[in-house]
C-alpha cells in the first residue's frame, strides 16, 4: 500500500490492535502502541521496534503522530482518540488499515447482532476463503500472508465505527436488535454503526440484508433473505436461526457466481462453530449444550427456541445494559423448562425479570455450582443449555473463556 503516514499511534494492544502494530513495522512506519493496562505481554511488538506505552492512553501521545489506529476495545472517547479528533488526525479502526493493506483482495463482510461468527465461518467453507476480523485472527494478520482472491470478514459495530474507505464487494446484515448498549448508549447509534457496512458499496456490489429490512445506505444491488428461503440442502447445525443464517450466506455465494451444489456442499458439511449451540457431551441420556456466545437476550431466545426438549438453563453473567423481560416471558410462554441457574453480576436483574413472569429459578453464583446442580437434576431426554443472554466479563475474560470452563466442568462429570 502506498501513502502510509510515517508515524501512527494504535491504542487497545488486544489481539487486533498489536497485528496493526506488527503491520505498520513491517513496513517502516514509526510506531507507538499504547494501552491501559500494566502487565501486557508486548514481546512480539518490543522485538518488532514498536515503542510501547503500558498503563497510559495520555492524549499528549497523539502529538507528532500523524494517524491513529482504535482498537475496537478503545471507546471513541478515549482521551488520545478524543484529542486525534481535534487536531484533525485521522483515527482508523484495524478493519480500516487491514483493508488498505490488501488492496486487491475481494472482501465479503458479515456484521449482526447474532449469527456474525457461524455465517462468516460457513460463507469461508462454501467461497474456500480465509476468514478474518471480529473473528479468530485479525484482518491485519493477512498482511503478507494473503494478496489477492476473497477473504471473508466478520465485522462488529465497534470495528465499523471508525472506517473511511472499506468497501466489500459483497455485505450481509443479518440482524439487528438492541446489543452494547453500554458502549453505544442508544439503538440508534448502534444501528447506525452496524449500517456503515453499505455505505461505500457501489451498484456493481451486493447489499444482502432481512427480507422486509428498511432503508440501507450506499447503491450496491439488494439482495434480501428469510429463514424460510429454499435452500440447495438443510443446513447440518440446529435452529431455525441457522437456517436463517445459511440463507444469507446461500444469497451472499450466489451473487459472487457460486453453483448450488457447491452451496450445498457447504451446508451439509460444516458443523458449526465452538460456542454456538455446541454439543458438549451426551451422558446418561442428557445432552449438553455450550451456548457461551449468546451473550445478549436475542441470542439466548434462539438458544431457547433452537431444542423442543425440556431444558434445564443456565442464565448470567456481566450486564451490558438491556432488559431480560423479552427472555423471561419467552421461558414462561414456552414451557417446559424444568431448571433455571443464574450466575455472575446480571444474577439480580434476571431474577427481577423472572419474578414478574412468574418463573422459578436457583441462584448458583457460579458456573460449576450451576453445572453440577443440573447435571443432578436433569433426566434422560432433556439438555442442559448453557446460553447466558450476557456478558463474561465478571468472571471471565471473554465468552470463549466461559465456554472452555462449560466444556471442562461437563466432560469433568
Known amino acids: 500500500m502506498d501513502g502510509l503516514p510515517g508515524s501512527a499511534l494504535v491504542v487497545g494492544l488486544a489481539r487486533s490492535g498489536e497485528a496493526a502494530a506488527l503491520a505498520l513495522a513491517r513496513r517502516g512506519v514509526r510506531v507507538v502502541g499504547a494501552d491501559r493496562r500494566p502487565d501486557l505481554d508486548v514481546g512480539r511488538l518490543a522485538e518488532a521496534g514498536v515503542e510501547v506505552r503500558l498503563g497510559t492512553e495520555d492524549e499528549e501521545l497523539v502529538d507528532a503522530i500523524e494517524l491513529v489506529i482504535k482498537s475496537p476495545g478503545v471507546p471513541g472517547e478515549a482521551p488520545p482518540v478524543r484529542r486525534a479528533r481535534e487536531r484533525g488526525v485521522p483515527v482508523w479502526s484495524e478493519l480500516e488499515l487491514g483493508y488498505r493493506l490488501l488492496p486487491e483482495v475481494e472482501f465479503v463482510a458479515v ?21 478474518a476480523g471480529n473473528v479468530g485472527r485479525a484482518l491485519c494478520d493477512l498482511d503478507g500472508v494473503v494478496s489477492n482472491g476473497r477473504v471473508v470478514c466478520e465485522v462488529s459495530s465497534f470495528q465499523l465505527e471508525d472506517i473511511h474507505e472499506f468497501h466489500p464487494r459483497a455485505a450481509v446484515l443479518l440482524n439487528l436488535e438492541a446489543d452494547h448498549l453500554d ?17 461505500n458499496q457501489v451498484g456493481a456490489d451486493s447489499a444482502v440484508v432481512p427480507r422486509g429490512f428498511g432503508p440501507i445506505p450506499g447503491s450496491a444491488r439488494r439482495l434480501e433473505f428469510s429463514s424460510g428461503d429454499d435452500l440447495p440442502a438443510e443446513p447440518r447445525i440446529p435452529g431455525a436461526h441457522n437456517r436463517e443464517n445459511a440463507a444469507a450466506a446461500r444469497a ?41 456466545k449468546a451473550t445478549n437476550v436475542a441470542a439466548a431466545l434462539r438458544g431457547l427456541a433452537a431444542y423442543p426438549e425440556p431444558l434445564h438453563l443456565i442464565l448470567g453473567g456481566s450486564l451490558k445494559g438491556e432488559s431480560f423481560a423479552p427472555l423471561a416471558r419467552a421461558v414462561r410462554v414456552r414451557g417446559g423448562v424444568r431448571s433455571i441457574h443464574l450466575v455472575g453480576e446480571a444474577s439480580g436483574e434476571i431474577a427481577a425479570a423472572l419474578d414478574s413472569e412468574g418463573v422459578e429459578y436457583a441462584r448458583a453464583r457460579t458456573l460449576d455450582n450451576a453445572v453440577s446442580t443440573t447435571a443432578a437434576l436433569a433426566k434422560p431426554g432433556d439438555i442442559v443449555l448453557l446460553s447466558p443472554a450476557c456478558a463474561s466479563y465478571d468472571q471471565f475474560a471473554n465468552f470463549e473463556e466461559r465456554g472452555d470452563e462449560f466444556r471442562r466442568l461437563v466432560e469433568a462429570l
Open 252 to 292: 451472499v455465494a450466489r451473487a459472487l457466481g457460486v453453483p448450488d451444489d457447491e452451496i450445498a456442499r457447504g451446508l451439509r458439511t460444516f458443523p458449526g462453530v465452538p460456542h454456538r449451540l455446541e454439543l458438549v457431551r451426551e451422558t446418561a441420556g442428557v445432552r449438553f449444550v455450550n451456548d457461551s
Open 183 to 199: 458502549r453505544h448508549r442508544t439503538f440508534d447509534a448502534y444501528r447506525d454503526a452496524k449500517l456503515r457496512i453499505f455505505e
Open 111 to 131: 456484521t449482526g447482532t447474532n449469527g456474525k461468527t457461524t455465517t462468516s465461518e460457513l460463507l469461508g467453507v462454501i467461497l474456500d476463503a480465509p476468514v
